[in-house]
């Protein structure tokens, strides 16, 4: 009798489970499905160097630890990028920072963490975050700034820095220390 009674409680159960199921099935129909996102890079580089030349001329010059690469985003994610910008008459600048940021149509460069630019002629400049144009050659950034060099010291929140024609605004709250004679 046991036996019995746990065999129709067994089929009982697999009864319900089974129809449950159909019901589920035919409730939902045209429905969706629920696709998960892909999460990861289309492509991951160890160990990157990149270079951009135009007309011959080599523009930039780009190292970084390591690179994803998203395309349906169309961006490209660095770590711990360094880039080596090219300039007249062998003026250079040489830019780091912990994290970075490709844009694959146009080529312009973000970085932020830490961000530190030298320049071949003596200045040192400090920010959280920056951008680079490679169309228009400017350096922008809304963050503050610190420039140290040839005997002065400014301090302010956001730049514009032309690279090709070597000039640099400081959009607000400019603080300066000048010291000795300053060309």
Known sequence: MKILRYLVISIIIVITFTAGGFLYLWMNKGVIPFV???IGSDLRIKEVHLTRAVAGRTE????????????????????SPQVVFY?????????EGDNGEIFNDTNDITVSGNVKITTSDGYLLRSDSLRYSSEKKVVTTESKVFIKGKGLEIEGIGM???IERNTALI????????EGNVK
């Open 160 to 162: 514009s820095a032309d």
């Open 171 to 178: 959009k607000r709250g400019v603080k300066a220390v000048l």
């Open 60 to 79: 930039w010059e780009l190292t970084a630890k390591s690179a994803d690469y998203f395309k349906e985003k169309g961006v490209t994610y660095l770590d």
């Open 87 to 95: 300039g007249e008459k062998g003026k250079r600048m040489e830019l």
């Open 36 to 38: 998960i996102p892909k």
